[in-house]
């Protein structure tokens, strides 16, 4: 195992200087958080994961999550995390005050689960899922539903799920069968099956609480007829107690991955007794599900980027301690008298490390950066100002949680070749990190779905408003670099590459003008890759201008080497992974159509 898992100093640094958390703190909803009494929280966090979660993670691959008896078994941690984590709030953390919650800024709490989500990311989703479940239920549904259920999800006590696919309708929603019948009683029966649900049960929450989407018999076909469920495993009896409400445990799945993290086969009403309990309105569940997808998908961006984190330290510490060769003499040989070499002295380790920590480093500041924009939408003083925030959430959401996830795999694959042929051996924990992070790109919609989403609807909002308004927040930024010589090139470089998004645009734009949206849409996933690198390229702009003005004025919070680190991991990316995009540009802008299907099948 390795010593670290996470940068604490580059965090904050991320957070107060580059992100400017404290000007959060101004505003209304905020004004009882300080600096002092945030770090207080991640300082808590870091402690509480160092003793509680890191150590376990691998005993928790080893030992993974199963079903016997009709429930799932997990490892004992799993009730530490619910239970202390809930004491300290690492759920109730951003909600209202009048919900029981802290009234964190969402960028300090995505800071605090990101220290866990390094530390042991089989462990965190249980408490994630939890928090996006009673989230949908405080926004959405009557007080009676928030009464019952809510206080406990907070605290840990009871668990929360969402519950959305089924064996025949996996992305496709508008195929969900599972049925829900009203009753006179106020409450629908529910009938069907879950498949892919993570955290659906485990022995030590009293209860777990479906967040469950099903249509009402009669409802119109599509995704417009699927309204929203709250159906607890148990049900409250009324008198103070809770009775069984016929949610069956099918089946666990066993993972190539998390495999401490359950993910469950569930049976709704299989002995014709499970109650579900409508939250808002009828027919407009998907509505109410989409709502909470941004939060959802900055947390799959956010533990992407935390286990190519943990990933990195990992390499990085074996690297500095792994002797192998010897280094070129001027006339190209190498001396066998000479001492053996540390491994981080070699040109392509030294190449693999950097792009580990541009990767991670590059997209933590994004996730924030997410983060942040959703506070700032949350408590904008005008329309003007919400609708500015949510915009660019809107616009970069998909890349936060594509990119952490696309190229932290890749990230976490470089680690493992940095260990030769040690990475793929259970005694080290690279073969880990690369088999857990493998369902980032999958969770909360795939790599295909988010891509089509930034081509087809972001880069289309609002006939290319949003993609203005984006472009305006990264030319603010290039012209602030652009004061400090040492970076004037890396900010050409940025508003070149921002040109050539708005050419390859223009390219792909008439193919829908036409109607002809498979053309259109055909290469979005490369469309994705090019963005993101542009994207990734202005997080490493804004961090490398602040390390700039630190290291021209020396008053910065950390060592001159600190600030270095940052300005030779800019130039590692702006010489090897930002010109890929010219790659892609030549891809997106060729007239093949050959991944089209043609009459002729020709894959075979």
């Known amino acids: 195992m390795a010593d670290k898992y996470v940068d604490i100093d580059t965090l904050k640094h991320l957070l107060y200087d580059v992100h400017h958390l404290e000007e959060l703190l101004e505003r209304e909803r905020f004004q009882d958080h300080d600096k ?8 808590s966090t870091k402690s509480f994961a160092d003793k509680e979660l890191f150590p376990y993670i691998k005993e928790m691959d080893e030992q993974p999550a199963y079903h016997k008896d009709g429930g799932v078994i997990v490892h004992p941690q799993v009730k530490t995390m619910m239970e ?3 004491e300290l709030g690492f759920i109730s953390g951003p909600f209202n005050y009048e919900d029981g919650g802290m009234q964190i800024p969402l960028i300090a709490q995505t800071a605090s689960s990101y220290i866990l989500d390094a530390a042991n990311n089989h462990l965190t989703g249980y408490a994630g899922l939890t928090q996006g479940a009673a989230e949908l239920i405080i926004h959405f549904a009557n007080q009676e539903l928030k009464d019952t259920y809510v206080p406990n999800m907070l605290t840990g006590k009871w668990g929360g799920t969402m519950c959305l696919t089924e064996p025949q309708a996996g992305s496709s929603l508008s195929d969900i069968v599972t049925k829900a019948t009203p009753t006179e009683d106020g409450h629908y029966h529910i009938s069907g099956q879950k498949i892919f649900i993570s955290g659906g049960d485990n022995q030590f929450s009293e209860n777990i609480v479906h967040l469950l989407l099903a249509r009402i018999e009669g409802a119109p076909k599509g995704t417009k007829g699927i309204s929203l469920f709250v159906v607890p495993k148990n049900r409250p009896d009324g008198k103070g107690g809770l009775v ?12 190539m ?4 993290y359950c993910t469950t086969h569930l049976g709704f009403g299989d002995s014709e ?4 309990y409508l939250v808002g309105e009828a027919n407009k569940g998907l509505s109410y599900m989409f709502l909470m997808m941004n939060a959802a998908r900055i947390g799959v961006g956010r533990g992407a980027s935390a286990i190519a984190s943990a990933a ?29 070499s540390l491994i981080i002295e070699h040109a392509d380790v030294r190449r693999m490390l950097l792009l580990q920590k541009a990767v991670v480093e590059g997209s933590m500041s994004l996730v924030l950066l997410a983060a942040k924009y959703y506070d700032l939408e949350v408590t904008a003083r005008t329309p003007e100002e919400k609708n500015k925030y949510n915009t660019l959430l809107e616009m970069i959401i998909p890349v936060v949680k594509t990119y952490p996830s696309e190229a932290g795999s890749y990230a ?11 990475g793929f051996c259970s005694d080290f924990i690279l073969q880990q990190y690369y088999r857990d992070i493998r369902i980032s790109a999958i969770y909360e919609g795939t790599t295909g779905i988010q891509s089509q989403d930034l081509l087809g609807r972001k880069m289309t909002m609002g006939n290319g408003e949003g993609l203005q308004l984006l472009s305006a927040e990264i030319i603010q930024s290039i012209e602030t670099a652009s004061k400090h010589e040492a970076l004037q090139p890396y900010a050409n470089i940025l508003g070149d590459k921002l040109k050539l998004t708005q050419k390859i645009l223009e390219t792909l734009m008439p193919h829908a003008m036409k109607g002809d949206y498979e053309r259109f849409l055909a290469d979005a996933s490369v469309f994705m890759e090019f963005f993101s690198l542009i994207i990734i390229g202005w997080t490493w702009l804004d961090i490398a201008t602040h390390a700039q003005v630190a290291l021209t004025n020396g008053n910065g919070s950390f060592s001159d080497e600190f600030y270095q680190s940052k300005m030779a991991t800019l130039d590692y990316f702006y010489s090897y992974e930002l010109p890929k995009t010219a790659g892609q540009a030549e891809i997106l802008m060729n007239a093949s159509t050959v991944t089209i299907k043609k009459e002729t099948e020709f894959i075979v």
Not at 273 to 276: A, E, K, L, T
Not at 314 to 336: C, F, H, I, M, W
């Open 84 to 86: 202390e984590g809930g």
């Open 273 to 276: 007794d499970c109650q579900g």
């Open 412 to 422: 976490v694959n470089n680690g493992l070749q940095i260990l030769g042929g040690y």
């Open 36 to 43: 002092e009494s945030l770090d207080l929280f991640l300082d």
């Open 312 to 340: 990195y330290h990992a390499s990085l510490q074996y690297a500095n301690e792994r002797p192998q060769g010897r280094k070129l003499t001027s006339d190209g040989t190498k001396n066998p008298e000479q001492k053996q």
């Open 244 to 255: 069984s409400n016929d949610v069956t445990t099918v089946a666990d799945f066993q993972k």
């Open 257 to 260: 991955g998390q495999r401490g």
